[in-house]
T-cell receptor
Framework: DAGITQSPRHKVTETGTPVTLRCHQT?????MYWYRQDPGHGLRLIHY???????DKGEVSDGYSVSRSKTEDFLLTLESATSSQTSVYFC????????????FGQGTRLTVV | AQSVTQLGSHVSVSEGALVLLRCNYS??????LFWYVQYPNQGLQLLLK??????LVKGINGFEAEFKKSETSFHLTKPSAHMSDAAEYFC????????????FGAGTILRVKS
């Protein structure tokens, strides 16, 4: 397995509270991604990073922010959690280049009640 | 913009039968294509990838896929299904822009009957 650790693995939180998910990698890969997985939608990109302090939005970025202060860590924050953000969140990493695959973490199951 | 369509959200086959999972892509430039598999409560694992070196790509666990430009397809096949192949399969295309982003299809759940 690629050296990717997501924490926490499971979380239940209340509507309106902030939540931070952490992705930690030991591979020193340049690119890091946050996806959410929902039935019928596959995986959709929330935000990604192409280097320390360099991040950009994906297709479903509303309500989410990210930070990357170190190569190995990529944080995803739900600023004020809503029920529509109940999902499974996956972190992924990639070396670089268009023809390189992404490696995925084990996922974080987030439930917003 | 690049996109992927997977035909059939659920596919059921008998053990030992041919597995065929369909994927069509839309891309304005030569695409890089991937198939991933997800077992229950796990992350995604790469099965195989197409990077223009060969149109028939062999992957892990006996799977292969053929890139057909004329049909804009990248279907996944396996000659003989095994019970352990039951999982969800995702086709993805790499977006030709900064960040090497992957765009995924909606996924196909493969069920293998004994």
């Amino acid at each position: 397995d690629a050296g990717i650790t997501q924490s926490p693995r499971h979380k239940v939180t209340e509507t309106g509270t902030p939540v931070t998910l952490r992705c930690h990698q030991t591979e020193n890969h340049r690119y890091m991604y946050w996806y959410r997985q929902d039935p019928g939608h596959g995986l959709r990109l929330i935000h990604y990073s192409y280097g320390v302090k360099d991040t950009d939005k994906g297709e479903v970025s509303d309500g989410y922010s990210v930070s990357r202060s170190k190569t190995e860590d990529f944080l995803l924050t739900l600023e004020s959690a809503t029920s529509s953000q109940t999902s499974v969140y996956f972190c992924a990493i990639s070396v670089s280049g268009q023809n390189t695959e992404a490696f995925f973490g084990q996922g974080t199951r987030l439930t917003v009640v | 913009a690049q996109s992927v369509t997977q035909l059939g959200s659920h596919v059921s086959v008998s053990e030992g039968a041919l597995v065929l999972l369909r994927c069509n892509y839309s891309s304005s430039v030569p695409p890089y294509l991937f198939w991933y598999v997800q077992y229950p409560n796990q992350g995604l694992q790469l099965l195989l990838k197409y990077t223009s070196a060969a149109t028939l790509v062999k992957g892990i666990n006996g799977f292969e896929a053929e890139f057909k430009k004329s049909e804009t397809s990248f279907h996944l096949t396996k000659p003989s299904a095994h019970m352990s192949d039951a999982a969800e399969y995702f086709c993805a295309v790499s977006v030709a822009s900064r960040g090497n982003k992957l765009v995924f299809g909606a996924g196909t759940i493969l069920r293998v009957k004994s």
